[in-house]
């Protein structure tokens, strides 16, 4: 492939292989990609050099690996229409594959613009993939063949748009989460939906298509199942990830206000095959389980992540607000939805990175390995700010978000805020103040502020030894005229 200054994805994809020594230490693949460095680069002509970010990536039976993203020809924040959705599909060695795409350059370019969502593949071999975020936040579900042409039998020429009504009535807001095909050629679309009324309501919602692409009228109520727990009132719900067990049940993971809670609480739904809440899940038997991390007042745990390991424990991972930031929330719950005690504190494990400052580390993935180690995949960020005489400031860059578009939980935060302008309900989406009292009337832990007291004065140490005093701020030594030499007078016009 000829060099090109466009990119499909912001992130390298790397092929790990182990060395041969005892370091079992991973190491780029210099085979991979075809650069020499392990890195595949995708290229996009017509798009800016940073007018690109991979969603998803699945690998096929076949070893090949196929990724779904978001190219934009504008800037961020021009209008939405200049986002278009794209696969690609590269051979186990890191290079396109060119019987891909309808211009075999392993591209696949949809005619629907907008931002990426998800890509799976079905038993048949066939790719349905997923998208969201249109100017009138509409939703997309296509499906292509093996050779990436559209298949013709799926809805109206292989893709079909979803009004945010058909999972909610009155919906004006809608997302997908996860797209899961099934044995019988049919596909599980779990995602979000929200009414932007006054008061705002959300919903995690699962919509089941027949394997022609419309509605499957057998499931949930007329196809659809969307919930929220009942109080409080108003309904605030938001699915994060999702899955499909082996007997047919369904788990959705993600967030939701409840009677009981602080603020949003990580959640966990089981519905039945047939879309019905599965009442013998939780431990109240509704079907639901919450998972607070009580960091206190309007915080935000959500769940971006589930799998279930070989003794049917469910897995979710994710991140929680604090008095800091954002860490990385782990936890693991029996079949039925119980806390596990054996794992971690009452079910739950904390991960702080703590890159220094204000933190934003979130949980992307979760992997339940034969051994039974737990592997999480996620990111992590933050912001130093440093005081000196010469008023240094130095920052460490805040990561760009990759992942699709989490813009429920925001807007439904918004429109709360001003339903309520005197503020007499928390915020759940504006970040608590780094000193004092939080929010909810909790103090921060004294024993990680200490610990970050010393994390930031070693740093601050470090950084006086590299950066100069600049030398319009530096004091210099005042000096005398040599006693020997009398003043010059001044001259007058």
């Known amino acids: 492939?000829?060099?090109?200054?466009?990119?499909?994805?912001?992130?390298?994809?790397?092929?790990?292989?182990?060395?041969?020594?005892?370091?079992?230490?991973?190491?780029?693949?210099?085979?991979?990609?075809?650069?020499?460095?392990?890195?595949?680069?995708?290229?996009?002509?017509?798009?800016?050099?940073?007018?690109?970010?991979?969603?998803?990536?699945?690998?096929?039976?076949?070893?090949?690996?196929?990724?779904?993203?978001?190219?934009?020809?504008?800037?961020?924040?021009?209008?939405?229409?200049?986002?278009?959705?794209?696969?690609?599909?590269?051979?186990?060695?890191?290079?396109?594959?060119?019987?891909?795409?309808?211009?075999?350059?392993?591209?696949?370019?949809?005619?629907?613009?907008?931002?990426?969502?998800?890509?799976?593949?079905?038993?048949?071999?066939?790719?349905?993939?997923?998208?969201?975020?249109?100017?009138?936040?509409?939703?997309?579900?296509?499906?292509?063949?093996?050779?990436?042409?559209?298949?013709?039998?799926?809805?109206?020429?292989?893709?079909?748009?979803?009004?945010?009504?058909?999972?909610?009535?009155?919906?004006?807001?809608?997302?997908?989460?996860?797209?899961?095909?099934?044995?019988?050629?049919?596909?599980?679309?779990?995602?979000?939906?929200?009414?932007?009324?006054?008061?705002?309501?959300?919903?995690?919602?699962?919509?089941?298509?027949?394997?022609?692409?419309?509605?499957?009228?057998?499931?949930?109520?007329?196809?659809?199942?969307?919930?929220?727990?009942?109080?409080?009132?108003?309904?605030?719900?938001?699915?994060?990830?999702?899955?499909?067990?082996?007997?047919?049940?369904?788990?959705?993971?993600?967030?939701?206000q409840h009677s009981g809670g602080s603020g949003w609480d990580m959640s966990v739904i089981r519905l039945g095959a047939n879309g019905a809440l599965d009442t013998g899940f939780g431990s109240a038997g509704n079907g639901w389980t919450f998972i607070g991390f009580d960091q206190g007042g309007a915080m935000i745990d959500f769940a971006q992540a589930i799998a279930v390991d070989r003794e049917g424990r469910i897995l979710v991972a994710g991140y929680f607000q604090g008095p800091f930031g954002d860490d990385i929330g782990i936890a693991r719950l029996l079949p039925d939805g119980q806390p596990d005690p054996s794992f971690g504190f009452h079910g739950r494990v904390q991960v702080g990175i703590d890159l220094g400052g204000f933190n934003g580390e979130r949980a992307h993935n979760i992997v339940a390995l034969g051994d039974g180690r737990i592997l999480v995949g996620a990111t992590a960020d933050g912001v130093l700010q440093l005081q000196r005489r010469a008023a240094v400031q130095v920052r460490r860059p805040a990561r760009r978000a990759l992942r699709r578009g989490r813009h429920l939980l925001p807007i439904l935060a918004r429109r709360r805020r001003r339903d309520d302008p005197h503020g007499s309900r928390a915020d759940p989406c504006r970040r608590p103040h780094l000193h004092g009292r939080q929010r909810g009337g909790r103090h921060p832990n004294p024993l990680r502020l200490r610990r970050r007291a010393h994390h930031d004065a070693a740093v601050r140490q470090r950084l006086r030894a590299l950066i100069p005093e600049p030398a319009s701020k530096r004091i210099l030594p005042r000096t005398r005229r040599p006693p020997s030499l009398p003043r010059t007078p001044r001259k007058h016009a």
């Open 1 to 256: 492939m000829t060099p090109c200054a466009h990119w499909l994805a912001g992130i390298a994809i790397v092929a790990a292989s182990s060395l041969a020594s005892a370091a079992p230490l991973p190491i780029p693949d210099p085979g991979y990609g075809g650069n020499d460095d392990g890195i595949a680069r995708i290229a996009v002509s017509g798009v800016p050099a940073d007018g690109g970010e991979a969603a998803r990536a699945i690998v096929q039976a076949d070893g090949r690996l196929v990724l779904i993203g978001t190219t934009r020809k504008a800037q961020p924040e021009q209008p939405r229409s200049e986002y278009q959705t794209v696969l690609a599909r590269l051979e186990a060695d890191g290079r396109l594959d060119t019987r891909f795409g309808p211009n075999h350059d392993g591209l696949v370019r949809t005619a629907y613009f907008g931002m990426a969502a998800d890509v799976a593949q079905a038993a048949d071999g066939k790719l349905v993939y997923a998208g969201h975020g249109s100017p009138s936040y509409a939703m997309l579900v296509g499906r292509l063949n093996a050779d990436g042409s559209p298949d013709t039998g799926f809805f109206l020429g292989g893709r079909r748009l979803i009004a945010p009504s058909v999972l909610v009535d009155g919906a004006t807001v809608g997302e997908i989460t996860n797209l899961v095909p099934l044995s019988d050629g049919k596909v599980l679309v779990l995602g979000s939906a929200a009414i932007l009324d006054t008061p705002a309501r959300g919903f995690a919602c699962a919509l089941r298509l027949s394997a022609d692409g419309t509605t499957d009228s057998s499931f949930g109520d007329a196809g659809r199942t969307c919930l929220a727990p009942a109080p409080p009132s108003p309904p605030l719900s938001q699915a994060g990830a999702g899955l499909v067990l082996d007997d047919g049940r369904i788990l959705i993971a993600g967030a939701a």
